[in-house]
């Protein structure tokens, strides 16, 4: 197969494959690769070369088609006998060839500035319902029909309109942010709520964890608001108590300390008072005030994911929509066939070359239908991959914001120890003047009646 050349038949825009190959209607395209899976490799005429769907070429010199692989051999001569084409699913994944060369393997994806080294976007999308068309050697009426082709084994399975590989032979994907946990590579499937009853989507979960944290945030705002009435109540009766007149009239060095100490109390009420104002600017407001659009934001981002998810719902319906209709176009053809068989006229073979010709249009349909499923997808994941990233980059944000405005209550704290430290450091050294005997002369000065003792009365 490889040298052949092929006809393609519809344009390709090359993005369902990382290195797909763009082409129009019409092209000429030398086949290079011709790997399981319904993916070949091939070169224009300009030199250009990629990967792209066997379906949409034909093959231009009618051969056998290569062992397991898609085959599109849609030009090939079809007598009245048996059906002319037939649909199989592929066997790997869409979007990746099931024998990727290594410099595909090691291609960097690049989402919203991370580069992340590791599977491909589409090669996480495993095997979509992509398919391929093959086509029978003509059989001339009365001639023993021909065996049917065996199905491919399942290698997917649709679960809420999201294509999943199938676990039995699921192939081995690489984490996107290996050995980081990231947001972007553990929320892809839709997990029941605590009750059991509904389904919360991965995107969900992260939201919510996004608006506890929220949560939590203004939690811990009000928490430090109770710490700053504790703080103004506290400088409040300190100030007060400060006012008091007891033991006003001590006197000499201990009055001096005593004086000293309820001065103090007012100087550690203007401490707290400075400190509670500092945990009102430094604290609580940044914790209040950071991201206050952020409900918002996340509603936005809610819509965002939620629409493309209805989008890829619609898109999947479509699919089985157009699955049923080619179905039925397949066994009205059988039918026209089995008459055929049995009575050999011009009018039958008219009705099955008319039926033909709607088995195929069906097909056609279902592959438009399966190809827009893709893209769906496709957007879908790659919008889940940025959108997660950046939920996980705002909580690294939001962690990391809270500590450093913690720390700075910490700071503010030992400050504050500091100072009031500072306010009874005078006192300190005032108390451990305190002299009795000093406090003695002086007051003895100061209140003394006369140092003349009294004497014997003489007769």
């Not at 993005?15 to 395209?29: C, K, S, T, V, W």
């Not at 400075?274 to 407001?285: G, Y």
């Not at 989008?311 to 039918?335: G, H, I, N, P």
């Not at 893709?374 to 790659?382: D, G, L, P, R, V």
Request: net charge neutral; with cysteine; proline share 5%.
């Amino acid at each position: 197969m490889s040298g052949s050349r092929c006809q393609t038949l519809y344009p390709f825009s090359g993005e369902r494959h990382r290195q797909g190959l763009r082409f129009a209607a019409g092209e000429l395209i030398t086949v290079l690769q011709v790997p399981d899976g319904g993916w070949w490799e091939g070169q224009k005429e300009d030199g250009l070369r990629g990967w792209f769907p066997a379906s949409y070429v034909q093959l231009l010199e009618v051969g056998a088609g290569p062992s397991g692989g898609g085959t599109a051999r849609v030009g090939a001569a079809v007598g009245p006998g048996r059906a002319g084409t037939t649909w199989e699913r592929p066997s790997s994944v869409p979007g990746t060839p099931k024998s990727p060369p290594a410099h595909f393997l090691q291609h960097v994806l690049t989402v919203n500035g991370y580069h992340i080294s590791g599977t491909p976007v589409h090669q996480l999308d495993s095997a979509h319902m992509n398919l391929r068309k093959t086509n029978g050697d003509p059989q001339t009426p009365g001639s023993p029909a021909a065996p049917p082709r065996r199905q491919s084994k399942e290698s997917s399975l649709t679960i809420n309109s999201v294509t999943f590989p199938h676990p039995d032979i699921m192939p081995e994907q690489q984490l996107l942010k290996p050995s980081e946990w990231s947001y972007c590579d553990y929320f892809w499937a839709d997990k029941k709520d605590s009750q059991g009853n509904n389904t919360v989507s991965g995107f969900e979960i992260l939201l919510q964890k996004q608006l506890k944290g929220k949560q939590m945030q203004k939690e811990m705002a009000e928490f430090v608001r109770e710490r700053i009435k504790i703080e103004e109540e506290y400088a409040k009766n300190l100030s007060k108590l400060s006012q008091n007149s007891l033991a006003a009239q001590e006197e000499g060095t201990l009055g001096e300390a005593w004086a000293q100490l309820k001065k103090s109390l007012a100087d550690e009420a203007e401490v707290h008072l400075k400190f509670s104002s500092k945990l009102q600017s430094e604290v609580e407001k940044p914790l209040l005030n950071f991201r206050e659009n952020f409900k918002k934001d996340m509603k936005k981002c809610d819509h965002h994911i939620a629409d493309l998810r209805k989008q890829l719902a619609s898109r999947y319906a479509a699919v089985e929509k157009a699955r049923k209709a080619l179905t039925e176009r397949q066994k009205d053809l059988e039918m026209k066939t089995q008459q055929l068989e049995v009575k050999l006229s011009n009018k039958t073979e008219e009705e099955i070359k008319k039926a033909r010709r709607k088995s195929t249009q069906a097909g056609d349909d279902l592959m438009r239908c399966v190809d827009l499923y893709n893209q769906a997808q496709s957007k879908w994941f790659e919008e889940m991959v940025t959108t997660t990233l950046e939920l996980e980059k705002l909580e690294v944000e939001r962690v990391e914001m809270i500590r450093q405005h913690l720390c700075q209550y910490t700071q503010l704290r030992h400050e504050t120890d500091m100072f009031n430290q500072s306010t009874v450091e005078l006192v300190d050294q005032l108390l451990r003047k305190v002299d009795p005997a000093k406090d003695r002369e002086l007051w003895v000065k100061e209140h003394k009646t006369g140092d003349i003792r009294p004497v014997d009365m003489e007769i």
